[in-house]
């Protein structure tokens, strides 16, 4: 009650001090221009209340009203909200350079990840030189054609677990393996170790501190629309993300001790990843780099990378159980082109079109990342408007994807419509931008176009699927939560069969 109290208070001297500050400026010219058009925002709380629980969708319904380019007034922020590939490019690339940066929620100041956190640090010299070794030493195609092998050896540790299953007609918890798969991958072509057993609870809580995260960081939290309540933390929302990072760096101290230890042993053989590279760099006078940049730059990662893939496989999979129908189309792609239960390369891809159509229709309806931050870091004009220096800028991807203009049955999986269509997913077409676009789309974009690819094949062609018992196509569940990416409100269970030989 005190809390609340406190609350209230602090909310009614916001209130006031507004309430000043309009009468003081009453009659001033406007400095701004014309601002975009949006709903009437409340006293004090603005339009926070017309967020929800999931603001994507909310949003979407309220540019039905106001338009493509939105304005809102949450708490103290400014935001302006996008739902158009036109006005999209001009933010992301007309704009790029003054549209490249992001407002810092309360949560990502936890461990400074505000300034070390190369989603979140400001464009400057650290951003660029992080880029270049993710570019250089894990996500260019030079190293990625050479970690294949990586790859497949993880595939078949994927396909092994499942088999087991299949043999004993046990339910798989498809979103757990597949993010299972999806880290150690990624951990390997990092760390060069496993980070998670499928068969123990490792990947389970893995997967619950990584999600943690994200809804830690992509929720609304007060904190961020009234900033003296910074100090208190009211939701828990920073406490909470400080625990789940502590959490991380705890296992990326020990896994970067014991590598520094083994580096100490004469004659040791390098691992030649990228915590080799990373650990060389620290070493080198000239370069700014500490194991606190390191733990860093894996966190992100790992969290970003290992959820956003993981989520999108999960979704694939589980529309294709709910269209049957697509289920078959794709299934006899891979039996006319790979053969049914033969092994998949990565370079077979290109020749599975239906394949790429149905992942591309995925990021459509399920894009990882539904609202792609950046903040205005100038007053800039557009479309006849003027977003002003400091505000909040969400380009809602989700509903670009949704837009009946744009897309013939939007709420229906048809991915029948990408082929033959060149669009494609590399931030050059608005109308799809799952991985946002600019020098701030996702640099982890190779990496997860090949793991999703090759992961969804091999589990489709080594295996036919059917839903638990007592659920039908017409009964899943098929809910969003939430958080930095959208998840499914339930986990994705389906029994594994064995392929019936011809």
């Given amino acids: 009650m005190d809390l609340l109290l406190l609350i209230l208070g602090l909310f009614l001297s916001w209130g006031l001090l507004r309430a000043l500050l309009y009468l003081a400026n009453r009659g001033k010219p406007s400095m701004v221009g014309v601002l975009p058009p949006g709903p009437r925002p409340f006293p004090v709380i603005g339009n926070l209340l017309e967020l929800g629980d999931q603001p994507h969708q909310s949003l979407t319904k309220l540019a039905k009203t106001y338009g493509p380019i939105m304005r809102l007034k949450l708490g103290s922020m400014t935001t302006m909200v996008i739902t158009s590939p036109p006005l999209a490019r001009e933010i992301i690339q007309t704009h790029d350079i003054l549209f490249s940066n992001r407002l810092i929620p309360d949560t990502i100041t936890a461990h400074r990840r505000d300034e070390f956190g190369l989603s979140w640090m400001p464009m400057s010299p650290l951003w660029k030189d992080q880029r270049r070794i993710c570019n250089m030493h894990l996500f260019g195609n030079k190293i990625l054609d050479s970690n294949q092998d990586l790859r497949r050896r993880q595939v078949q540790g994927l396909l ?13 918890n498809l979103g757990e393996v597949i993010f299972t798969a999806s880290l150690n991958l990624l951990a390997n072509a990092m760390l060069s170790i496993d980070l998670a057993d499928p068969t123990s609870e490792t990947a389970k809580k893995f997967k619950a501190v990584v999600w943690q995260i994200m809804v830690a960081e992509g929720t609304p939290n007060m904190a961020d629309y009234f900033p003296m309540l910074k100090k208190i933390d009211p939701q828990g929302a920073k406490r909470s993300n400080t625990d789940c990072i502590t959490h991380m760096f705890d296992v990326f101290d020990r896994v970067i001790d014991k590598r520094l230890q083994d580096r100490k042993v004469p004659g040791a053989v390098r691992k030649n990843d990228l915590l080799d590279v990373l650990l060389d760099l620290s070493e080198d006078d000239s370069k700014d780099t500490s194991i606190f940049h390191i733990k860093h730059l894996f966190l992100d ?6 959820e956003a893939t993981a989520s999108t496989m999960e979704w694939a999979m589980a529309e294709l159980l709910h269209c049957p129908e697509k289920l078959v189309k794709v299934q006899a792609e891979l039996e006319l082109v790979i053969g049914r239960d033969n092994p998949i390369k990565e370079s077979d891809v ?13 990021y459509r309806m399920h894009p990882p990342l539904p609202l792609v931050p950046r903040m205005a870091g100038a007053n800039v004009q557009v479309s006849g408007y003027t977003i002003p220096e400091g505000a909040q800028i969400l380009v809602n991807v989700w509903a670009i994807g949704k837009d009946p203009t744009l897309w013939k049955n939007p709420d229906k999986f048809i991915p029948e419509r990408f082929l033959g269509l060149d669009i494609d997913v590399k931030g050059q077409n608005f109308e799809l931008l799952p991985f946002g676009g600019g020098r701030r789309i996702c640099p982890a974009l190779p990496l997860a176009s090949r793991m999703i690819h090759l992961m969804l094949g091999s589990l489709l062609n080594s295996f036919d699927w059917k839903l638990e018992d007592g659920i039908s196509p017409d009964t899943m569940d098929m809910g969003e939560n939430y958080g930095l990416t959208l998840r499914r409100a339930q986990s994705l269970l389906a029994v594994p069969l064995p392929i019936k030989k011809q």
């Fill in 160 to 172: 092994a677990h499942v088999r087991k299953c299949s043999e004993s007609g046990a339910l798989v």
């Fill in 350 to 362: 290109a020749r599975l079109p239906y394949l790429q159509a149905m992942v591309k229709e995925t």
């Fill in 301 to 306: 990662l790992l969290v970003a990378g290992t």
